[in-house]
């Protein structure tokens, strides 16, 4: 993210009059990359709070998911698995 020119992403929203206190501008990322460009943290220490509070999120969501019986997972290149059990979610099959 950083080095496909993130914080100028962010630094381009605050110019156009996207405030911090937005809940968009809240999100994983943003209010990290908002703090290093107001100078309220180093980029070293907003790029390990990223890392860090995607990992956490990640995990939430797999703890999620897994609790949730309804959730198949399905290898991405097998073009088959995925096309049968869309057959039988729309009742073809």
Do not use: H, N
């Amino acid at each position: 993210m950083i080095a496909d020119g993130f914080a100028e992403e962010v630094r381009r929203l605050l110019d156009m009059g996207w405030g911090e206190s937005l809940k968009s501008m809240q999100s994983l990322g943003y209010r990290q990359m908002i703090d290093c460009l107001a100078g309220r943290q180093s980029l070293e220490q907003a790029v390990g709070l990223i890392k860090r509070d995607t990992r956490r999120y990640a995990k939430r969501q797999m703890t999620w998911f897994a609790a949730d019986r309804d959730v198949g997972w399905l290898d991405p290149g097998d073009v088959e698995a995925a096309s049968r059990r869309i057959g039988v979610f729309l009742g073809r099959s």
